[in-house]
């Protein structure tokens, strides 16, 4: 008489945990000529709003809360310009 082997399957992975979701960026605006906040803390809808009042992009430092270093960064020329665009379709 022979006898069957039954192999069985390998319990199914346990489903990784869902990576938290970002936190929305924050961001601050300064006017550039009079040193002036003109937004602090703000998501980035208002501070794309706030853009809508200057004449150039050159015209204020944009920054960005960065939680893990507990800082400000402020924006690079090219992450500016990005936001500036944004503003033009408003």
Do not use: N
Not at 49 to 65: G, K, M, P, T
Request: glycine share 2%; proline share 9%; aromatic share 6%.
């Amino acid at each position: 008489k022979l006898d069957t082997v039954r192999l069985g399957r390998a319990p199914a992975p346990a489903p990784a945990p869902e990576a938290p979701q970002p936190a929305p960026l924050r961001f601050r605006i300064v006017d550039v000529a009079s040193g002036t906040e003109l937004a602090h803390d703000v998501d980035a809808r208002a501070a794309i709003e706030e853009l809508a009042h200057l004449r150039s992009v050159l015209d204020a430092r944009i920054y960005v809360w960065v939680p893990q270093d507990d800082r400000w960064r402020l924006l690079t020329l090219d992450e500016r310009r990005l936001m500036w665009r944004f503003r033009d379709e408003l």
